[in-house]
């Protein structure tokens, strides 16, 4: 585990306009800086910042599965993911979507942004509520740190425990009723999730020392 890698530096940020108004822009994925937003919005919805907590902790586990330089970048992602399920922020009621949103407007960079609107087959979900073209807002890019948060949060089960990939596809489809969006939008989703999972692995198995 690159446990120095994910550690948090200094902030960074710079100026952009938007709107005639200065907008931070932060230049350096503060790890710190995602790990208290989390706790802000998602502490207090109890069972989900146990969640929260483990697959930021499973991220720093595949960090080997990114490049060097991205590592914080997932960890602060992963600290990130969540955050739209809080009332606050939670508009739509589609967290990656309001978690998106809500960062954006924060000022955390695009990369992060993109990486929590588009976690977990947020796409497919969005099909299925018919909210496709809001999530398009931001874009979708296949990486290989979309592939390690993916992961993360698919190998943590709801209340933090580790999990497989099977055991975890299989609890969301029994906790949404057919009819629900959620599990409409697994049965398209699951395949393609699980080839995520397994190019992270083989990244990670590549990573390791011969």
């Known amino acids: 585990m690159p446990s120095s890698s994910v550690s948090a530096g200094p902030s960074r940020v710079r100026q952009a306009h938007t709107s005639g108004r200065p907008v931070a822009l932060k230049a350096v994925e503060s790890v710190t800086e995602a790990r208290q937003a989390s706790e802000r919005f998602v502490k207090p919805l109890g069972r989900r910042w146990d969640h929260v907590q483990a697959v930021a902790s499973r991220a720093q586990e595949l960090g080997d599965a990114v490049a060097e330089p991205e590592r914080s970048t997932l960890v602060a992602a992963a600290w990130l993911h969540d955050i739209g399920y809080s009332p606050e922020i939670g508009h739509t009621r ?21 990486l929590v609107a588009h976690h977990s087959g947020a796409r497919f979900e969005a099909e299925q509520r018919g909210i496709a073209d809001q999530l398009s807002e931001f874009p979708f890019r296949d990486t290989a740190l979309l592939d390690a948060l993916v992961t993360a949060d698919l190998t943590v089960g709801p209340g933090g425990e580790q999990v497989s990939y099977d055991e975890r596809i299989s609890e969301i489809l029994s906790r949404y009723p057919a009819s629900d ?12 999730m699980r080839a995520a999972v397994e190019r992270t692995q083989r990244r990670l198995d590549a990573a390791q020392p011969r």
């Open 94 to 114: 589609f967290h990656p979507l309001d978690g998106a949103r809500y960062l954006k407007a924060s000022g955390w960079s695009e990369v992060v942004v993109n």
């Open 181 to 192: 969006p959620v599990h409409r939008a697994w049965l398209v989703a699951a395949p393609v």
